[in-house]
């Protein structure tokens, strides 16, 4: 059975001395008895410093929030898998929606940088999502199914099992609007079957598909009953301690509940 894992994705927030605090308030609380995982995705600028923070913290681990595909070069502004690698991060989101939107990434260059992160040893956290127009066509499943296939292209089984994706509809991100449970299931569902489809059982028992969207500790209650669902990818409310702290227990009591009695 695979455990739950709730990541913070910080996104462009925080001041240095409100990253500093936050890390030491979750490395004070999150013991290593739990069975969820963790991990925080703090602005790249504070990796280093909260690196050693957590260096003796295996229980949290940390990610970046993109990275270039390139291992090193003339890329102004850009950070590469190497260069993560060598502060030991382990994780890096990829094709965030906010990174396809704003910074007009597309699935060819998600798929470079799952791949580029996979040759480094870190683990992507590839994002896919429908826009609201796109769901209301009736077309999500398609396009989030394609989005998924060109982000794996091209990888064997071994790199598949390594990766987590997270579904992320773009009209539930820092809305307040949320996809139900069975809505996000249905989607998640569909994810591992193609991930299936692509390698094998096996690897598609192993892969963490995580839900994210708007995710609070008053709404997620529904989604991490489901069995499918391992878990949040989590912006706004993984700013706020409490809040981190509640979606980490929810997650754990699921665990507990789908051990006996599986959704
Ligand atoms: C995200 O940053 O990936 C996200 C889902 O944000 P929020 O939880 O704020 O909607």
């Known amino acids: 059975m695979r455990n739950k894992l709730i990541i913070g994705n910080w996104k462009m927030n925080l001041g240095l001395a409100d990253a500093q605090d936050l890390v030491f308030k979750l490395k004070s609380s999150i013991g290593s008895k739990q069975s969820t995982e963790v991990a925080i995705c703090p602005p790249s600028v504070y990796l280093m410093t909260l690196m050693n923070v957590l260096k003796d913290t295996p229980q949290i681990k940390v990610g970046a929030q993109n990275m270039f595909y390139k291992e090193e070069g003339a890329y102004t502004g850009e950070t ?15 094709g965030h929606s906010e990174r396809r939107q704003y910074f007009n990434e597309n699935d ?16 992507p956290i590839l994002c896919v999502g429908e826009d609201l127009k796109t769901r209301e066509n009736g077309e999500a499943e398609n396009y989030v199914k394609n989005q998924l296939i060109e982000g794996i292209k091209g990888l064997n089984n071994s790199e598949i099992e390594k990766i987590i994706i997270a ?16 809505d996000a299931n249905k989607i998640i569902k569909m994810i591992r079957s ?22 609070k500790s008053d709404n ?44």
Do not use: R
Not at 108 to 123: E, H, M, P, W
């Open 108 to 123: 060819k260059d998600v798929n470079l940088k799952v791949k580029s992160a996979l040759k480094f040893g870190l683990t």
């Open 167 to 182: 579904y992320e509809p773009i009209w539930a991100i820092g809305t307040g609007k949320i996809c139900s449970g069975e």
């Open 80 to 94: 590469s898998p190497k260069m993560l690698k060598d502060l030991h991060v382990q994780m890096v989101i990829i």
């Open 220 to 263: 997620f209650k529904e989604h991490i009953q489901y069995e499918d669902i391992d878990g949040g990818l989590v912006g706004g409310a993984s700013l706020n301690f409490e809040e981190f702290i509640k979606l980490i227990d929810l997650a754990n009591t699921a665990h507990e509940q789908t051990q006996s009695h599986p959704v």
């Open 194 to 215: 193609t991930i299936k489809d692509k390698s094998s059982s096996n690897v598609s028992d192993k892969v963490k598909i995580l839900y994210g969207g708007s995710v």
